[in-house]
């Protein structure tokens, strides 16, 4: 096979393996901002996003990710930094809707074409009533201790003075 059509592939695979979303769907771009400057290529930047919990109505999480510029990011196959941090709130009533067991996926990204992703999970801290967020970087090989966690304490919305309980919703 000609070197040519071996990168065509490999483009390929690495763009079609940036992002792998999980129950909640795509991630929505809220805003990027330029860390570095490079000449001829993309620059460094942070990016942040919003994901909606795909079974808990009234919570949204914000992470920011750094995405890597240069020609390998241009490209899409450079490894991502595993540095993130995230921030999640109730912005609504919270409803939710089935079952859910601690350490739950919320939503998964590849941060590099083979070995590494980015997930959020969920708990739920039963005798507070708080539902617990935490992102965290897997690596295949070398693993990868960098963390964040965000809580978002359960509370009444509106007019009604009740507030679902996160603790009737955790598979035993």
């Given at each position: 096979?000609?070197?040519l ?5 490999l ?12 129950p909640a ?6 805003f990027?901002?330029?860390?570095t ?6 620059n460094?930047?942070?990016?942040t996003y919003?994901i909606?919990?795909p079974?808990v ?23 991502e930094?595993?540095?993130?941090s ?6 609504g009533p ?8 601690q350490?739950?996926?919320v ?8 070995f ?12 507070r ?30 007019a009604?003075?009740?507030?679902a309980r ?7």
């Amino acid at each position: 096979m000609p070197p040519l059509k071996i990168a065509s592939l490999l483009f390929a695979a690495a763009v079609g393996l940036s992002t792998v979303a999980g129950p909640a769907g795509a991630q929505e771009l809220i805003f990027r901002k330029s860390t570095t400057f490079k000449m001829l290529t993309p620059n460094d930047k942070l990016a942040t996003y919003a994901i909606d919990d795909p079974i808990v109505d009234g919570v949204v999480c914000h992470y920011t990710v750094p995405e890597k510029g240069g020609v390998s990011g241009m490209f899409g196959v450079a490894e991502e930094l595993s540095d993130v941090s995230i921030a999640c709130r109730q912005y609504g009533p919270i409803t939710i809707k089935e079952k859910f067991s601690q350490g739950d996926v919320v939503f998964a990204e590849r941060r590099s074409i083979l070995f590494k992703r980015m997930q959020i999970v969920r708990g739920c801290d039963a005798r507070r009533n708080v539902l617990v967020y935490m992102v965290y970087s897997d690596k295949l090989i070398d693993g990868s201790p960098k963390n964040s966690t965000s809580a978002v304490a359960i509370q009444p919305w509106g007019a009604t003075n009740e507030a679902a309980r996160c603790a009737d919703f955790v598979k035993n």
